[in-house]
C-alpha cells in the first residue's frame, strides 16, 4: 500500500470509530418572521450547523428540526433578500423543545456575503471544506505584527523565517497573495509580496494552506488573502508610536533602533452615501547584526529622509466606498509602499539561488557604506464595481493596475562611473603594515629565508563598490469580471469568472557594470570598449494572461460539495514570438519546432493553456463533527528570467556556461489533497485533524545546449526545462480553547516531509558544470524541509474598570503569549578526512580538513538544532477624554534562546559565539569550533587563509528584542 493509500485508510478507520449510535434526541423549533411588519416569512431556510439536520418554514412560518443530541449548536437562517444569521451556542436538551424565534431584516446581495452572528463568535467555521484560517482585525491588534507575513506565519501549515514564508512545504515564491481581489505578488523579484502592508490596514486576513480556490491563480501551494478596511459613517482616527529605544535603555543588546509610527483617518463625507478610510505606517531599523553604513542612499529616491536606518518601510493606502443605493457599491482605492534596505533577499530568484541562507551582507561588515541598497517601489490601484442586480444574484467588475518596481545599486551610485578612475572591485587586502606570519623574537617562523604575511580579514576592506547593479519594473492591468447566482433556499450557488491581464516586465542585471566603462590611459587617451559590464541580462517583454474560472456549490442534507474548475492561458508575447520566426534566433532547433507546434495563435500571439479542476466536499458524522475532503491543481509560471534571459542574438552575456531562456518553458504544476475532520467539541473547544499531501511536477532544471552564437562559434548553454519533482506530506492537528471573555488559547502542530530531486535548479547546474552531468536522480528533503512544527498561543483578557484579582494595575488589560518549536535548518553532511599541513613543523596536525559527503541521496539530510522562542505582548488601556489611551510592551524572542540559520554542517549547529577577547588558539582541538574548508578558521590563521569568519552575526534569529508603544483612538 502507498503512504497515501495508508494514511486515508487510516483516517478513515479513525472517522468511523467515531461514529454515534442512533437514539432519539432534542427539537429545535420557531417561527421566522420580517423584521418590518411582523409577518411570517415562508420557505425560510433554517440549518443546524455541522449536522445533516435542517428545515424551511411552513406557511406559517414555523419550522421544527427533530433528532438532535443534545449539545450547543450553531443555527443558521437564511432567505433571499434578508440577512442571513448566525445563532450560536443554542442548548438542546434530550426529550426537550427549544424555541428559536428569529425576525429578519431585509438587506441586499452585497460582494462580501457578510453572515450576522448573534451570539459569541464561533471558534472554526465547522463546515469549510478546505483548510483556511481567518484572522480580524481584533486579532490582529493584539498581537505583536508588523506586516502581513507576520499576521500568516502563526497558523498551522505556515513557518517564517529571514528567507521568506514557507507554506506546507512549497517555496517561498508558490506563495499567492491577493489583495482586495488583485494578485499583488512581483513576477520578477521572487518573494511572492509585490506590495507591502501596514498592520494598521488590515481588516481581515485569511491564509487558505490549500489552495483550492477556483477565483485565485498564479500560486502552487498556499494563499494568503487580505480585505484591507474600509471607512464606516462614524468618523475615527487612530494613532500608534512604537519605539526599543527609551532614552534608559541605549546600551540594551535588545535595542536595534526600531521606530514604528502609524495613522489612520475613517470617516463619511456624505452619510450613508460617500465614506473613507486613509492609512500611514512607517518603520525603521537598524537591526541586531551591527556594521550600520552611516547614510542609506538609494538611486531610486534622491533624498536622505526616506532612508534614516538600514532598514526602511513606508506604507500607505486612501480608499473610497461609494453608495448610489442598495445593492450597489463602488470602490476605488490607492495602495503605495517603499522599502529601502540592504537585504539581499529583497532580490531572490526562488528556485535559483541558495534557499537558506540571510540576507545581511557580512562580507561588507568593514565597509557598509559600500554594500548593495535595495529599493522597492509599489503601487496598486483598483475600481471595484459590485451590483446585486436581481434579489439572487450580483456581480462584480473590477479593473487594477499593480506596479512594482526593484532597483539594486551600489548604496546610491551611478550604475557605472563616466571613467574609472578608482578601485571598484571589492577585495580583501592585507592591513599596512603586514602581520608576520610566525614570531621572528622566539625564532618560530615557517621558513629561514622567507618572511611570509597574513592575508587580509576576509572582509571587503579595500574601498571597493558592490558588484551587483540591478533594475526591474513590472506593470500588471488586470480586467476581471464575476458573477454569482444563488437558489432561492440558497442551497445551491453558482459563480463564474473571467480575467484579462496586461503586463509590462523589464528586466536589466549586470554584474561588475563598471566593466567597459572609459578608463583614462598615461598618454591622455581614453579607452573605448563596447562591454556592458562582466555580464548582463536585458529585456523588456510583454506577456498577457488570461483566465476563466467557475465553481458550483451545493449544500444537500449537510453535504456541502463544491466543484470547480480554471482554464489559464497565457502568452510569451511579441517580443519571443518574432524571435522565433528569426533565422538569427540562436536556441536549438527542436526547442523552436516545439514552440511553434505547443502554442496555438489567437489575437496575434501565440499562446498556451492548462485546465485546472477543483473540488472540496464536506459531511456531518455525527452533530458538530464535520468530515472534509479538497483536492485541487494549481500552476504558477517559470520565473520571466528562464524564459527570457539572453534571448536577444545580438545582446548576449557570453560568460562561461551563462543562462539560456527557454520560450517553450511550461508552468510548475501542484495537485493537492487533503481529508480532515473539524470537531466543534462545545462551544469553547474546536478540534481539527488534516492530513495532507501535494504532489508538485514540472519543477525546473536545467541541461546543457550548444548553439551557434553570432559569431560563428559552438556555444555552450544553461538551458531552464520542466524536469523535476517534488511532494509534501503531512498531518495537522489545531486546539482552540475559550473560557468565557478572559481566556482563548490555540495550540497548532505539524509533521510534514517535502522530499524532490533538488532544491534549486541551481543544484543541477553545479553538477553539470562539476562533471557535465546532472546527477539528481535522488529524492532528497529540500532545502525548507521542516518536519515538525509546533505553535502555541495564548490571550488573557480583563477589560474591567476592577482590577483582576484585586491587584492594582490588573484591569484594562490583556496579554498575549506565543510560542513556537521547530525543527532546525536542513544540511547536507560532511566527512572528516584529516588534517592540512603544520607550516612549522610538517606534520599533519593543522587545521581539520572536512568534505561534504559525495553521496548524492545524502543532500539535505540532516537537520540543525531545533529553534524555540516565545513572543509576548502585554497592553494597558487608559481612559482619555472619552477614549482610551494605550501603552503596550512587546518582547520578541522573550528568553533570548539561540536559534541557527546559518548551520555549521560538521556540528549540526551555528558556530558558537565567542567573546571578542577571546584567544581563538586556545581552541584549537576543540571540535565545537571546526568549520568546513569554506569557511576561514580563525583558530588556524596562516599565509593560505581564506574566505570569511564564522561569526556573521545573521548566523543567528534575532536576539531578544523589547518594544515600547503608545496608541491612541478617537
Do not use: C
Request: charged share 20%; net charge negative.
Amino acid at each position: 500500500m502507498t503512504p497515501r493509500l495508508l494514511l486515508l485508510a487510516a483516517l478513515t478507520v479513525f472517522l468511523l470509530a467515531l461514529a454515534p449510535e442512533a437514539s432519539a434526541q432534542g427539537t429545535l423549533a420557531g417561527t421566522v418572521t420580517d423584521a418590518s411588519n411582523d409577518e411570517t416569512l415562508i420557505g425560510v431556510n433554517v440549518l443546524v450547523i455541522g449536522t445533516t439536520r435542517g428545515a424551511a418554514t411552513d406557511l406559517d412560518g414555523e419550522f421544527s428540526i427533530g433528532d438532535l443530541r443534545a449539545g450547543d449548536y450553531t443555527v443558521r437562517v437564511s432567505y433571499v433578500g434578508y440577512q442571513t444569521l448566525e445563532f450560536t451556542g443554542i442548548s438542546v436538551r434530550n426529550g426537550e423543545t427549544t424555541r428559536l424565534d428569529v425576525e429578519l431584516a431585509e438587506a441586499s446581495l452585497d460582494a462580501d456575503q457578510e453572515v450576522v452572528v448573534i451570539g459569541e463568535r464561533p471558534l472554526i467555521d465547522v463546515e469549510q471544506a478546505q483548510s483556511a484560517y481567518f484572522v480580524s482585525a481584533e486579532e490582529i491588534a493584539a498581537r505583536p505584527v508588523r506586516d502581513v507575513q507576520d499576521v500568516v506565519s502563526n497558523q498551522a501549515g505556515v513557518f517564517q523565517d529571514p528567507t521568506g514564508l514557507y507554506i506546507r512545504g512549497g517555496r517561498a515564491n508558490e506563495t499567492g497573495y491577493v489583495v482586495d481581489g488583485v494578485n499583488a505578488k512581483d513576477p520578477l523579484a521572487g518573494t511572492g509580496f509585490g506590495l507591502d502592508l501596514g498592520s494598521n490596514s488590515l481588516g481581515e486576513v485569511e491564509v487558505n494552506t490549500t489552495g483550492s480556490d477556483a477565483s485565485v491563480g498564479g500560486s502552487t501551494s498556499g494563499v494568503i488573502q487580505v480585505r484591507t478596511r474600509e471607512g464606516s459613517d462614524e468618523f475615527e482616527v487612530g494613532i500608534a508610536v512604537q519605539r526599543d529605544n527609551a532614552g534608559f535603555n541605549d546600551d540594551w543588546a535588545s535595542t536595534f533602533n526600531e521606530e514604528n509610527y502609524e495613522l489612520s483617518v475613517a470617516g463619511p463625507i456624505v452619510p450613508d452615501r460617500l465614506r473613507f478610510f486613509v492609512s500611514g505606517q512607517s518603520n525603521f531599523q537598524d537591526g541586531f547584526q551591527g556594521f550600520v553604513p552611516d547614510q542609506l542612499e538609494s538611486s531610486v529616491v534622491q533624498s536622505d529622509f526616506w532612508a534614516p536606518r538600514r532598514s526602511n518601510r513606508w506604507n500607505g493606502l486612501g480608499k473610497l466606498v461609494f453608495l448610489p443605493r442598495s445593492g450597489m457599491k463602488l470602490v476605488g482605492s490607492y495602495q503605495r509602499s517603499l522599502g529601502i534596505n540592504q537585504d539581499t533577499r529583497s532580490l531572490q530568484v526562488t528556485g535559483n539561488d541558495a534557499v537558506v541562507a540571510p540576507g545581511f551582507q557580512y562580507a561588507f561588515a568593514q565597509q557598509p557604506d559600500l554594500a548593495n541598497t535595495y529599493t522597492q517601489n509599489s503601487n496598486l490601484s483598483y475600481l471595484l464595481w459590485t451590483h446585486a442586480n436581481t434579489p439572487q444574484s450580483i456581480y462584480e467588475i473590477q479593473v487594477s493596475r499593480l506596479f512594482t518596481q526593484l532597483r539594486a545599486d551600489a548604496n546610491g551610485r551611478d550604475w557605472r562611473p563616466e571613467n574609472v578612475d578608482t578601485e571598484l572591485d571589492p577585495s580583501s587586502i592585507p592591513g599596512y603594515p603586514g602581520t608576520i606570519f610566525g614570531n621572528p623574537d622566539l625564532g618560530s617562523l615557517p621558513s629561514d629565508t622567507t618572511l611570509f604575511v597574513l592575508p587580509g580579514p576576509g572582509f571587503f576592506n579595500n574601498g571597493g563598490v558592490a558588484t551587483d547593479w540591478h533594475d526591474h519594473f513590472a506593470e500588471q492591468i488586470t480586467a476581471r469580471g464575476e458573477y454569482t447566482r444563488f437558489s432561492k433556499d440558497t442551497n445551491y450557488e453558482f459563480t463564474a469568472g473571467l480575467e484579462a491581464s496586461f503586463n509590462d516586465y523589464q528586466w536589466i542585471d549586470i554584474v561588475r557594470p563598471w566593466v567597459g566603462a572609459p578608463i583614462t590611459l598615461p598618454d591622455g587617451t581614453v579607452s573605448q570598449s563596447n562591454r556592458l559590464g562582466q555580464s548582463a541580462d536585458i529585456w523588456r517583454v510583454k506577456p498577457r494572461k488570461g483566465a476563466f474560472y467557475t465553481s458550483h456549490r451545493i449544500r444537500y442534507n449537510g453535504l456541502i460539495a463544491t466543484l470547480g474548475a480554471r482554464v489559464e492561458t497565457w502568452a510569451a508575447g511579441e517580443y519571443v514570438d518574432n524571435l522565433v520566426e528569426s533565422e538569427a534566433f540562436t536556441i536549438p532547433a527542436p526547442l523552436r519546432e516545439a514552440y511553434l507546434d505547443e502554442t496555438t495563435s489567437a489575437l496575434g500571439l501565440r499562446w498556451k493553456g492548462r485546465f485546472l479542476p477543483k473540488l472540496s466536499v464536506s459531511f456531518p458524522v455525527r452533530e458538530n463533527q464535520v468530515l472534509f475532503f479538497s483536492y485541487g491543481h494549481s500552476m504558477q509560471q517559470a520565473h520571466p528570467t528562464f524564459v527570457y534571459a539572453n534571448l536577444d542574438p545580438f545582446y548576449q552575456d557570453r560568460s562561461f556556461f551563462s543562462d539560456l531562456g527557454n520560450p517553450n518553458l511550461n508552468p510548475e504544476v501542484d495537485v493537492a489533497y487533503e481529508l480532515g475532520i473539524r470537531n466543534q467539541i462545545t462551544q469553547n473547544d474546536a478540534l481539527s485533524v488534516t492530513a495532507f499531501w501535494r504532489d508538485k511536477y514540472d519543477f525546473i532544471t536545467v541541461a546543457r545546449a550548444t548553439i551557434i552564437d553570432p559569431t560563428g562559434r559552438e556555444t555552450n548553454r544553461a538551458l531552464r526545462v520542466n524536469g523535476d519533482f517534488a511532494r509534501v506530506r503531512g498531518i495537522e492537528a489545531s486546539y482552540i480553547k475559550r473560557i468565557g471573555s478572559w481566556f482563548q488559547g490555540q495550540l497548532n502542530a505539524s509533521y510534514s516531509r517535502a522530499t524532490g530531486l533538488s532544491s534549486t535548479n541551481n543544484d543541477a547546474l553545479d553538477d553539470l558544470i562539476r562533471t557535465g552531468n546532472v546527477d539528481n536522480t535522488f529524492e532528497t528533503p529540500l532545502a525548507w524541509d521542516r518536519p515538525l512544527d509546533i505553535k502555541g498561543s495564548l490571550t488573557l483578557s480583563h477589560d474591567e474598570d476592577r482590577p483582576w484579582l484585586g491587584i492594582p494595575g490588573l484591569n484594562r488589560a490583556k496579554l498575549f503569549l506565543q510560542s513556537t518549536f521547530r525543527s532546525g535548518q536542513r544540511y547536507t553532511p560532511v566527512e572528516f578526512i584529516g588534517n592540512e599541513r603544520n607550516p612549522f613543523t610538517g606534520e599533519r596536525d593543522w587545521r581539520p580538513i572536512y568534505e561534504t559527503v559525495d553521496d548524492p541521496a545524502l543532500r539535505f539530510s540532516e537537520s540543525g538544532k531545533p529553534w524555540w522562542w516565545f513572543d509576548l505582548r502585554a497592553e494597558r488601556r487608559f481612559a482619555v477624554a472619552g477614549s482610551d489611551v494605550v501603552f503596550t510592551l512587546e518582547v520578541e524572542n522573550l528568553f533570548n534562546q539561540k536559534n541557527g540559520v546559518i548551520i555549521n554542517p560538521v556540528t549540526g549547529r551555528a558556530y558558537p559565539e565567542v567573546d571578542e577577547t577571546t584567544d581563538f588558539t586556545a581552541l584549537r582541538g576543540n571540535p565545537d569550533y571546526d568549520v568546513t574548508g569554506t569557511v576561514r578558521d580563525p583558530r588556524y590563521e596562516d599565509p593560505d587563509t581564506s574566505g570569511l569568519p564564522p561569526l556573521n552575526p545573521a548566523r543567528y534569529l534575532a536576539p531578544r528584542h523589547v518594544v515600547f508603544g503608545l496608541s491612541y483612538k478617537f
